[in-house]
């Protein structure tokens, strides 16, 4: 079977228009008149993103917030939604239904349509189009780093790894970390602040390195990430302690939906974030302990295959 990645690079080969973006950005920037409409979609799988006994207003907060979270990375405000839906059991369909309504009213997003077909007993999978208006422009891309810039992340990482961990071990869901996993928060706030100042964003969803190193791609020059910078919750050290395996394993497995920017070293920074990294000549990712150079783990992130 074909990768993730080798299938985007078949698509690429076609995907001209400029609002594609090459096919290397969270989400489409549509040029209207004066307007600039951002549209992204991403896709929720049964057994791939949320268990068979997951909470089906978890899978609707999650399913919106993820693809909330590709809008915030360009600045933008969201405007509404459409839904692709696959009818199952009937019980989690109308539970579903009810998560969609409570979490689109928390962000003030409209449902405007979508498609909905028979899953035939078969696993479930789940899509979603967010389209949002560009608050800012230019709209920030993953493209525009610049050597000396300082790498930021918004929040902390690893809490949705810890969450998953202590959900499938069959603890009870509540608390700061099972809520990470369920109900990530996109920052939306905070991507429109940050908009007119940074050179380069996108969210985090499959792992702080390899987003920074799709971001290092995507900008044509390397980027240097500390691992002793990446911020934890209290939460996480106290369950997976603080150790290089634990920091890199939250620097690796994703669902994070954190923003990942880089700004220049003089910029003052209008949201709270953690320097976790710098822009650097050359490409591709380097990785820091403090004063040691750290070798790159086998696998960077999260990757479909
Ligand atoms: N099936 C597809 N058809 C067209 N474009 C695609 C397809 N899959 C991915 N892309 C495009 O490839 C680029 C990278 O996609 P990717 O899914 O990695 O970004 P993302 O949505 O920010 O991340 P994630 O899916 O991990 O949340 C985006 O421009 C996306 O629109
Ligand atoms: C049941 C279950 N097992 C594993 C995971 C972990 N996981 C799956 S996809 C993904 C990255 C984001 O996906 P995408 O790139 O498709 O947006 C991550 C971290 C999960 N969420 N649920
Ligand atoms: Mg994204």
Redo the contacts with the bound molecule.
Sequence with gaps: MTT?SA??NI??GF?KDPA?????????VVEIGDSCLII????MAEDVHFKSNANPADVAWKLVA?NL??LA?KGASPIGVLLGFMLGDDDWDRAFAAGLEKVLGHYGVALLGGDTVSNRGDKRALGLTALGIAANRPVPSRAGAQVGDILYVTGTLGDALAGFELIDAGFDEVGPLADAFNRPQARLAEGQKLAPFVHAM??I??GLLI?AE?MATASRLGIEIDLACIPLSPAYVSYRTDSLESRMQAASW?DDYELLFCAPADARLNVDATAVGRVIAGGGLTLRNGDELVKLPPTLG?QHH
């Design positions: 993730e299938f985007i698509l690429r995907a594609a973006r090459g096919l290397l950005d969270d989400a489409a992204t979609h991403d896709m993820s979270s590709d990375a996108m969210d969803s499959d987003d799709r994703g999260y």
